[in-house]
T-cell receptor
C-alpha cells in the first residue's frame, strides 16, 4: 500500500511568495495532521482534520497559514506571503479511525524561504 | 495534560554496545506511550507503542521499551547497536481514550553509532 504522499519534497522560494504544500493521506484514514519541524522548536502540530473537517488549528502560527481538505484523499497547506522564518520541514501524517496515536508520516516537504 | 522529557539530545555508542535512550513522561490520565524513529530526510515512523497490555514492549529492529509507572519512565533499549540504527528518536505520549491530536512529542534524541 502507498504511504502518505507529500509534494513537493523541496521548495525554495523568495520572501513574499505564496507556497502550497500538498498531501495525500493513506486511503481509509480518517485523520490528517500537518506538523512543522525545526531545529529550534522541534515537532509542532499545526492543524488536524477529522473526516475532512478542521478540528483544531490552534497550532497555526498566524493568518498567513491556511489549510484545506477538500476531500478524503487530498489536503493543502498554504503560506501567503511566505517569510524566511517559515523555513522548515513540513510533515503530513494520517491515522485511522481507531485513533490510538499511531501516526503514519509522509517524507516531508523541506521549505526554504530566502 | 501530558508531556515527555527526553534526557540527552545526543547519544553516541559503539557498534555492538547497548543502546539506552531515556524518556520520562507526565500524564494526568493513563497514558499511551510511543517511540518513533526518524532517519535522515525521512518522516517519522513508529518503532513501538505501549497501550496498557504488557509493560515490556517489543518493536521493530530489535528495540524494546519498558513502561515503569512508579518511575514514570519509558526508556528505549537495544542490546547491540548497529550502524543502521543511527537516527533521531522521539518519545511521545497521549492520553488513553483521547484523540490522536493530543500526542505530545519529545524534543528528540540523536543516536550516533561509532564503528
Amino acid at each position: 500500500d502507498a504511504g502518505v504522499i507529500q509534494s513537493p519534497r523541496h521548495e525554495v522560494t523568495e520572501m513574499g511568495q505564496e507556497v502550497t504544500l500538498r498531501c495525500k493521506p493513506i486511503s481509509g484514514h480518517d485523520y490528517l495532521f500537518w506538523y512543522r519541524q525545526t531545529m529550534m522548536r522541534g515537532l509542532e502540530l499545526l492543524i488536524y482534520f477529522n473526516n475532512n473537517v478542521p478540528i483544531d488549528d490552534s497550532g497555526m502560527p498566524e493568518d498567513r497559514f491556511s489549510a484545506k481538505m477538500p476531500n478524503a484523499s487530498f489536503s493543502t497547506l498554504k503560506i501567503q506571503p511566505s517569510e524566511p522564518r517559515d523555513s522548515a520541514v513540513y510533515f503530513c501524517a494520517s491515522s485511522g479511525a481507531e485513533n490510538t496515536g499511531e501516526l503514519f508520516f509522509g517524507e516531508g516537504s523541506r521549505l526554504t524561504v530566502l | 495534560a501530558q508531556s515527555v522529557t527526553q534526557l540527552g539530545s545526543h547519544v553516541s555508542v559503539s557498534e555492538g554496545a547497548l543502546v539506552l535512550l531515556r524518556c520520562n513522561y507526565s500524564s494526568s490520565v493513563p497514558p499511551y506511550l510511543f517511540w518513533y524513529v526518524q532517519y535522515p530526510n525521512q518522516g517519522l515512523q513508529l518503532l513501538l507503542k505501549y497501550t496498557s497490555a504488557a509493560t515490556l514492549v517489543k518493536g521493530i529492529n530489535g528495540f524494546e521499551a519498558e513502561f515503569k509507572k512508579s518511575e514514570t519512565s519509558f526508556h528505549l533499549t537495544k542490546p547491540s547497536a548497529h550502524m543502521s540504527d543511527a537516527a533521531e528518536y522521539f518519545c511521545a505520549v497521549s492520553g488513553r481514550y483521547s484523540s490522536a491530536s493530543k500526542i505530545i512529542f519529545g524534543s528528540g534524541t540523536r543516536l550516533s553509532i561509532r564503528p
